[in-house]
């Protein structure tokens, strides 16, 4: 399976996003989600920390973190961390921060100790709706990273729920979705629709490819227009 993931990488984020949902009157595309509608890939919000570690994908992991509640002390980054241990690897983190308003914006959650642990624990990428810090320290672990931003400190927080559906930048995920992430956002998709995601986006490759060398190969707008219309496809 692992090698799945890696053909996965060979393709960017917007590639994927073509064949799972963009262009549903396309043959290579599985029109997966409503494509304005679906929720099925990240907004604006969402800033890639490590561009040049380029693509990741994996099975999702989900948690939730709040400020404490003294009602609620079941959870801790413990369980976060044998989430990820009972997942199919690769993985990927969602980090969902339920904070308020006032407190979202400085809430520096996963710096490199926690990092450090889902790392080791199998985790090759992380996205989370809030800031996170330690960004020089965490890039030599080699993980993608993607946050709404970056602070230097935090309060005290608690971790609310582990796997659950949540929200990440527009983006509705549950556990065991695959996620795909590089420096133009994520997407999701169902992990039973792997394969044919993976040959959709072969599909597309070429066509892309074979479309760009005729672009190229000529300045005649008028043959230009016949190329972009998928005229020759």
Excluded at 61 to 78: E, I, Q, R, S, W
Excluded at 165 to 182: L, T
Aim: hydrophobic share 40%.
């Amino acid at each position: 399976m692992k090698d799945k993931f890696k053909e996965l990488e060979q393709f960017d984020t917007p590639s994927i996003t073509n064949v799972v949902a963009t262009y549903p009157d396309k043959e290579y595309c599985l029109g997966l989600y409503h494509p304005w509608k679906g929720k099925w890939y990240t907004d604006q919000t969402l800033k890639c920390m490590y561009p040049e570690l380029r693509r990741r994908a994996g099975y999702v992991v989900t948690c939730t973190y709040g400020l404490p509640d003294p009602n609620y002390p079941n959870l801790k980054f413990a369980d976060v961390l044998r989430a990820v241990a009972e997942m199919k690897k690769p993985v990927i983190l969602a980090l969902k921060q339920d904070m308020p308003d006032e407190i979202k914006n400085i809430d520096g959650l996963l710096g490199g100790n926690m990092m450090t642990a889902l790392k080791s624990a199998g985790v090759v990428g992380v996205l989370s709706d809030g800031p996170s810090r330690d960004i020089d320290e965490i890039r030599p672990l080699n993980m993608q990273y993607m946050l709404t931003g970056v602070c230097a400190g935090h309060g005290k927080f608690a971790v609310h729920a582990v796997n659950t559906p949540v929200e990440i930048c527009g983006m509705m995920v549950a556990p065991g979705d695959i996620v795909h992430m590089d420096e133009n956002g994520a997407v999701k998709f169902p992990a039973k629709y792997i394969d044919e995601v993976i040959s959709k986006a072969k599909d597309l490759q070429a066509i892309e490819s074979k479309r760009q060398k005729m672009m190229r190969e000529t300045t005649d707008v008028e043959e230009l227009i016949k190329i972009m219309s998928g005229l020759y496809d």
